[in-house]
């Protein structure tokens, strides 16, 4: 009995241990006989001496990227179309912007024509108002005429009045330069055509400019000016007064022209 309560409590102790099976290394006390196959020794395991292969190693596989998400985007429908808002216009080009060229003042003078033998005078105005007796570029014009052995006393053509421009003060008549020199010209052509002359003497700028054609560089020079004949630039008797040095190129000038009225000269 007492073999059997030693064995019982052994058998309960390594089922507790999960213990299959076991020997023991001694002889134990009051302990069952061991069954015979499981006190022979285990075969030991073969060794293979034949050179192994070396393990190949496994190449790492790589990684892929991970996918975007894709984005579905939303294609309109038929309805949608429908009610969709109608393609705003294109803007007009804005039309291109020209520049309008300024419109000169039309000029202003006034001129006075006369006559000094066989020469004719177009004089240039500085009050505007026909010469008097007494005024100072009166008797300079009179000296000019002595030295140019012209009579002193110079006579009015046609009615005497002064040829003024612009005609007009108001209206759209064009009245810029050119309209005045086709304008001074034909007063001059007509007087001209009624009444010859050997030479016309253009005194002051406005004269030299509108009938002649020319500016301040041909004073004291000939001009041969169409529909007219042949012409003498002059300064303006007031530009005589106020620079009496240009007098003597004048008189230089003047031996040059007289031949023109005065044969022999």
Same mark, same amino acid.
């Given at each position: 009995?007492?073999?059997?309560?030693?064995?019982?409590?052994?058998?309960?102790?390594?089922?507790?241990?999960?213990?299959?099976?076991?020997?023991?290394?001694?002889?134990?006390?009051?302990?069952?006989?061991?069954?015979?196959?499981?006190?022979?020794?285990?075969? $030991?395991?073969?060794?293979?001496?034949?050179?192994?292969?070396?393990?190949?190693?496994? /190449?790492?596989?790589?990684?892929? $990227?991970?996918?975007?998400?894709?984005?579905?985007?939303?294609?309109?429908?038929?309805?949608?179309?429908?009610?969709?808002?109608?393609?705003?216009?294109?803007?007009? /080009?804005?039309?291109?912007?020209?520049?309008?060229?300024?419109? #000169?003042?039309?000029?202003?003078?006034?001129?006075?024509?006369?006559?000094? !033998?066989?020469?004719?005078?177009?004089?240039?105005? #500085?009050?505007?108002?026909?010469?008097?007796?007494?005024?100072?570029?009166?008797?300079?014009?009179?000296?000019?005429?002595?030295?140019?052995?012209?009579?002193?006393?110079?006579?009015?053509?046609?009615?005497?009045?002064?040829?003024?421009?612009?005609?007009?003060?108001?209206?759209?008549?064009?009245?810029?330069?050119?309209?005045?020199?086709?304008?001074?010209?034909?007063?001059?052509?007509?007087?001209?055509?009624?009444?010859?002359?050997?030479?016309?003497?253009?005194?002051?700028?406005?004269?030299?400019?509108?009938? !002649?054609?020319?500016?301040? /560089?041909?004073?004291?020079?000939?001009?041969?000016?169409? !529909?007219?004949?042949?012409?003498?630039?002059?300064?303006?008797?007031?530009?005589?007064?106020? $620079?009496?040095?240009?007098?003597?190129?004048?008189?230089?000038?003047?031996?040059?022209?007289?031949?023109?009225?005065?044969?022999?000269?």
């Amino acid at each position: 009995m007492p073999l059997l309560i030693e064995e019982v409590r052994r058998r309960a102790y390594l089922t507790a241990m999960q213990v299959a099976s076991w020997l023991p290394r001694v002889e134990l006390p009051f302990a069952a006989p061991s069954r015979a196959e499981l006190l022979q020794p285990l075969p $030991e395991p073969e060794v293979d001496t034949a050179p192994s292969a070396p393990t190949p190693i496994a /190449e790492p596989r790589p990684v892929a $990227e991970p996918q975007r998400p894709a984005i579905e985007v939303p294609r309109p429908t038929a309805a949608a179309k429908v009610f969709a808002k109608p393609d705003a216009k294109p803007e007009p /080009e804005p039309a291109p912007v020209v520049e309008a060229k300024p419109v #000169a003042p039309p000029p202003r003078f006034a001129l006075q024509l006369l006559r000094a !033998g066989d020469c004719a005078l177009l004089v240039e105005l #500085a009050t505007g108002e026909p010469f008097q007796s007494r005024d100072p570029s009166y008797l300079l014009l009179k000296d000019l005429l002595r030295a140019a052995g012209l009579p002193d006393a110079p006579q009015q053509v046609g009615d005497g009045s002064p040829i003024r421009w612009p005609l007009l003060t108001r209206g759209n008549l064009d009245q810029g330069p050119d309209a005045a020199r086709d304008y001074v010209q034909g007063v001059l052509a007509g007087q001209l055509e009624a009444e010859p002359c050997r030479c016309l003497w253009l005194i002051g700028l406005p004269a030299v400019r509108f009938a !002649g054609e020319a500016d301040a /560089e041909a004073y004291n020079r000939e001009l041969q000016v169409e !529909g007219l004949g042949a012409a003498w630039a002059l300064p303006s008797l007031e530009l005589l007064m106020d $620079e009496p040095e240009r007098k003597a190129e004048l008189w230089r000038a003047m031996r040059r022209v007289m031949p023109r009225w005065k044969p022999g000269a």
